[in-house]
């Protein structure tokens, strides 16, 4: 006990090596994804599908050795970024209807989500499933309108629809609301950030929306990029604040539909 008191306290050099190690490793596995986001974009869609199976196979041997601890629940619930990629990549984009796409994405997702979430021992509570602040959450679904026009104005997407009847907008946007609405933001709000909050803290948001803008490079690029970046960390502001996924899912939905369905018919 005595020596203890004598103990001198930690240099700032090694507090400093102390806080580099611990997020080095989500550095090197944030590093990886965007490289083999750009391989799959710019240079060969297959070499990135094997690039991002090898991060894949990483992050669960990884998640393996670091299991009783917070650390390891991030690296296991970071695994489906990968897996989202792999599956994407690997459906022959000729073969289906654009919408019909994210149906079969979407599919193997949600049951890869709903896997890590009993391995992880997540709850609805801790991943933001729940009913919360209604009058707020409907807000936020209402701001999926002009996201969807900012988002035209910069992308400029080929509508998926011949016309804009109420037959050619109700069945694809239930698609898009429960696809890229609920199965995405289970994945990225959900359970990633719920990991990534207690392992990185305050910064966990700004990680889980850097990465979900790095996964956007395959359909955008550039400026496009930027946004989707601010989008995503817009969605992670308001689930931490409410503690619910109900208005993103709603506006993550809803700026698709007016992205891909309303405006390219009407701009």
């Known amino acids: 006990m005595q020596r203890d008191l004598f103990k001198a306290p930690p240099s700032p050099r090694s507090r400093t090596w102390v806080r580099v190690e611990k997020i080095l490793p989500w550095v090197v596995y944030l590093a990886a994804i965007t490289e083999a986001e750009w391989v799959t974009t710019y240079s060969n869609p297959h070499i990135g599908a094997v690039i991002h199976a090898i991060i894949f196979v990483a992050l669960v041997t990884h998640s393996h050795m670091e299991s009783k601890s917070p650390e390891g629940k991030l690296l296991l619930a970071l695994s489906l970024a990968p897996l989202m990629r792999i599956i994407a990549i690997m459906i022959p984009a000729a073969s289906f209807y ?136 817009f969605f992670s502001w308001i689930v931490k604040r409410t503690g619910s996924l109900l208005g993103v899912i709603l506006a993550h939905g809803i700026m698709n539909v007016v992205l891909y369905l309303i405006a390219p018919s009407i701009l």
């Open 98 to 233: 654009q919408l019909y796409q994210h149906i079969i994405v979407s599919v193997p997702l949600l049951i890869a989500t709903v896997v890590i979430m009993r391995m992880l021992k997540f709850g609805v509570e801790e991943v933001s499933f729940t009913l919360r602040r209604i009058p707020l959450q409907v807000a936020v679904a209402a701001s999926g309108i002009p996201l969807g026009i900012i988002a035209y104005l910069i992308l400029r997407p080929q509508s998926l629809t011949i016309g804009l009847t109420w037959s050619d907008i109700v069945l694809p946007g239930i698609i898009f609301i429960l696809c890229a609405g609920f199965v995405q933001e289970l994945m990225f709000r959900g359970v990633m950030q719920h990991a990534s909050l207690q392992v990185l803290g305050r910064w966990g948001t700004l990680y889980i929306s850097l990465l979900f803008a790095i996964l956007s490079m395959g359909r955008f690029s550039g400026f496009s990029m930027l946004f989707m970046f601010g989008v995503a960390f």
